[in-house]
């Protein structure tokens, strides 16, 4: 059964940089052909893809984030770790990781989201 | 970037209705369409891919159509459990593109 988690703050402050993990199980980050994606979901928006690293350590970034946003993969822990730079308050939002399946570049198993707010 | 346009935004249907949402891309996607279902205070569910590859364990009730710009998610003897918001994504391009959402709502 594969299962993803995230964890970290809930509460940051501008200006700051928020780091996320995600714990895997079922899987392995070196399965061939697999990802692990981060999301986000601000309240009452859409939900809006941030980056991807994949089995090969590939990654992938969303263009308008790149400069703010690092992807990496601790194999050892079965962890994915997300960073993003210099939070703002328009950052507030539910932050997920997901599994990444290239191809149909579908998300097909979810960790339950963690909502961190952005204010001083 | 790819914009997923969602209609209706919401909807209101009975138990046993047949509902049908439809999502319009602004550039052609061939047929690398992707639906979710979302309960409110949970992580998106995979529905379908590509855009009817119907994920195992998904009802037969669900099925989905389209290519190119234009497809639709239709919904068949809707159950209690099916209301909730309905979200497609694009997997053609970076950035994997989702659309807003229909919520669909018992009436």
């Known amino acids: 059964q594969i299962t993803l988690k995230e964890s970290g703050p809930t509460l940051v402050k501008p200006t700051q940089t928020l780091t996320l993990t995600c714990s895997i199980s079922?899987?392995?980050?070196?399965?061939?052909?697999?990802?692990v994606a981060w999301l986000r979901q601000p309240p009452g928006k859409a939900l809006e893809w941030l980056g991807t690293i994949y089995w090969d350590y590939d990654q992938r970034l969303r263009s308008s984030l790149r400069d703010r946003v690092a992807v990496t993969q601790d194999i050892s822990k079965n962890q994915v770790v997300f960073s993003m730079a210099n939070m703002d308050p328009v950052d507030t939002a539910t932050y997920y990781c997901a599994y990444h399946v290239p191809g149909p570049n579908s998300f097909d198993h979810w960790g339950p989201g963690i909502l961190v707010s952005v204010s001083s | 970037d790819i914009q997923l346009t969602q209609s209706p935004s919401s909807l209101s249907a009975s138990v046993g209705d047949t509902v049908t949402i439809t999502c319009r891309a602004s550039?052609?996607?061939?047929?690398?369409l992707n639906w979710y279902q979302q309960r409110p205070g949970e992580a998106p569910h995979l529905l379908m891919t590509a855009p009817y590859h119907l994920r195992r364990g998904v009802p037969s009730r669900f099925t989905g159509s389209g290519s190119g710009t234009q497809f639709t998610l239709t919904i068949s003897s809707l159950q209690p459990e099916d209301f909730a918001t309905y979200l497609c994504q694009e997997g053609y391009n970076l950035p994997y593109t989702f659309g807003q959402g229909t919520k669909l709502e018992i009436k």
């Open positions: 079922g899987f392995s980050l070196t399965t061939a052909e697999v990802g």
């Open positions: 550039q052609a996607i061939g047929i690398d």
